[in-house]
């Protein structure tokens, strides 16, 4: 099992940028895929951004493209989103969550382990 705490979110113009971390405890953190999730309200939660236990591999949403970049340092059992021209759309709670599966999924479901979330608001 694993543990998944984020950190990072807050209140930002849009343009502006904003790194979100989730730190993992627990089993061995190299031994998981990650990926970043994010709810809106009413909406449903959706894939943003996905990375393979060694690195190698990166999936982002079409919508993230070009502005997010997530990242992670397996030494540290961190993951990382990067956040860059970020837009009022993109405001949302932030989650990271952690799968054994592979290639990296893009659904919710497969995901078996997540983080409590954190809230990122961008203002227009």
């Known amino acids: 099992q694993v543990q998944l705490v984020e950190s990072g979110g807050g209140l930002v113009q849009a343009g502006g940028s904003l790194r979100l971390s989730c730190a993992a405890s627990g089993r061995t953190f190299s031994s998981y895929a990650m990926g970043w999730f994010r709810q809106a309200p009413g909406k449903e939660r959706e894939f943003v951004a996905g990375?393979?236990?060694?690195?190698?591999?990166?999936y982002n949403a079409n919508s993230v493209k070009g502005r997010f970049t997530i990242s992670r340092d397996n030494a540290k059992s961190t993951v990382y989103l990067q956040m860059n021209s970020l837009k009022p759309e993109d405001t949302a709670v932030y989650y990271c969550?952690?799968?054994?599966?592979?290639?990296?999924?893009?659904?919710?479901?497969?995901?078996?382990?997540w983080g409590q979330g954190t809230q990122v608001t961008v203002s227009s």
């Open positions: 969550a952690a799968t054994g599966l592979t290639p990296v999924p893009t659904t919710a479901g497969a995901y078996a382990y």
């Open positions: 990375i393979s236990r060694s690195g190698g591999s990166i």
